[in-house]
């Protein structure tokens, strides 16, 4: 039975990975329910995995053709440059 309180511990000493800005929340047990990534330090490892989420769940979502894309970018008015 998994109860609501999880404890925040450093990372996983079973693999004796040393990674700051990295905790595991654990349950009674010593089981990893999830995890705490400080975003400073870690901002783009965030990204990545976000990125790999994203890419998992749309993966049964139907596809377009290159030929299909390059036809609607050439429909789409080009964008005026702005001039910094």
Not at 40 to 61: F, I, M, N, S
């Amino acid at each position: 039975m998994l109860r609501r309180a999880l404890y925040s511990v450093p990372m996983d000493t079973k693999h004796s990975v040393d990674m700051p800005g990295v905790e595991f929340l654990v349950n009674e047990r010593g089981e990893r329910r999830a995890v705490l990534i400080d975003l400073k330090k870690h901002g783009a490892l965030w990204e990545d995995l976000y990125d790999a989420y994203l890419v998992h769940a749309r993966r049964r979502e139907p596809r377009e053709s290159p030929t299909q894309v390059k036809r609607l970018l050439q429909r789409r008015p080009a964008k005026r440059r702005t001039r910094a």
